[in-house]
């Protein structure tokens, strides 16, 4: 009957276990180490819009 006792007891620390670790996992702050990029520079033509020709 202890077995099953600490069976469960086992069961129920490693779900509270795995909750917590996921809740710390959630609310822990980023762990991404990005690049700093700076501006980028833009050496394109602007976008001008043509006009169709309508016929009517």
């Known amino acids: 009957m202890e077995a099953d006792g600490m069976k469960l007891n086992n069961v129920l620390q490693g779900f ?5 670790e996921g809740f710390a996992r959630i609310f822990s702050p980023a762990k ?3 690049q700093n990029m700076g ?4 050496d394109c ?3 001008t819009k043509r006009e169709t020709n ?3």
């Open 45 to 47: 033509k602007p976008y």
């Open 39 to 42: 501006i980028q520079p833009y």
């Open 32 to 34: 991404d180490d990005y």
């Open 54 to 56: 309508k016929a009517a």
């Open 16 to 20: 509270v276990q795995y909750l917590t």
